[in-house]
T-cell receptor, first 113, second 111 residues
């Protein structure tokens, strides 16, 4: 079955440590996205990529970095510069047009030790 | 940037009743999308309505769009316990592929 896989489901970070969240899709979608969701809130866009080797900042990119070396993969690194990283992180993908829905993974919950 | 806002923030109804959620947005759009999120899971796309459409149905779901009022509603008929979830509206920002999500309506269906 086609879909989006995020791993790990739960992740713990120590102070001053970088962590990388994985996102893989086999839907052959060009566009991929990373969102952050805080408890009881909506989604805020961190980064998005419309094509391999290219990505753009979203609304809350500070303290995060991404890469898009392969069409299928869009890993997110939460750096030590992100002072409040505890949140639920969601990855999504879509066909590259504005009237197509996004398909989501099941998220990674990141907590600080 | 907040584009869509859902109302109410929380809704609790009895199984079998209808549930209506509303979404308001600020700028012109070419489509509006509704998503469902079960607790601790990712979002699932429910329905997309284009700006030239006024109403769209999918099973027990009915979505309306009023571009003059910049608002949309999602109606779930004959609710079931499995409909318990958060529901979000989302709109494209400008001509880009970026979607802007509202804060969602938390729907609880009581047996």
């Amino acid at each position: 079955d086609g879909g989006i896989t995020q791993s790990p489901k739960y992740l713990f970070r120590k102070e001053g440590q970088n962590v990388t969240l994985s996102c893989e899709q086999n839907l052959n979608h060009d566009a991929m996205y990373w969102y952050r969701q805080d408890p009881g809130q909506g989604l805020r866009l961190i980064y998005y990529s419309q094509i391999v080797n290219d990505f753009q900042k979203g609304d809350i990119a500070e303290g995060y970095s991404v890469s898009r070396e392969k069409k299928e993969s869009f890993p997110l690194t939460v750096t030590s510069a992100q002072k409040n990283p505890t949140a639920f992180y969601l990855c999504a993908s879509s066909i590259f047009t504005s009237d197509q829905p996004q398909h989501f993974g099941d998220g990674t919950r990141l907590s600080i030790l | 940037s907040q584009q869509g806002e859902e109302d109410p923030q929380a809704l609790s109804i009895q199984e079998g009743e209808n549930a209506t959620m509303n979404c308001s947005y600020k700028t012109s759009i070419n489509n509006l999308q509704w998503y469902r999120q079960n607790s601790g899971r990712g979002l699932v796309h429910l329905i997309l309505i284009r700006s030239n459409e006024r109403e769209k149905h999918s099973g027990r779901l009915r979505v309306t769009l009023d571009t003059s009022k910049k608002s949309s509603s999602l109606l779930i008929t004959a609710s079931r316990a499995a409909d318990t979830a958060s529901y979000f509206c989302a709109t494209p920002l400008g001509g880009a592929q970026k979607l802007v999500f509202g804060q969602g309506t938390r729907l609880t269906i009581n047996p």
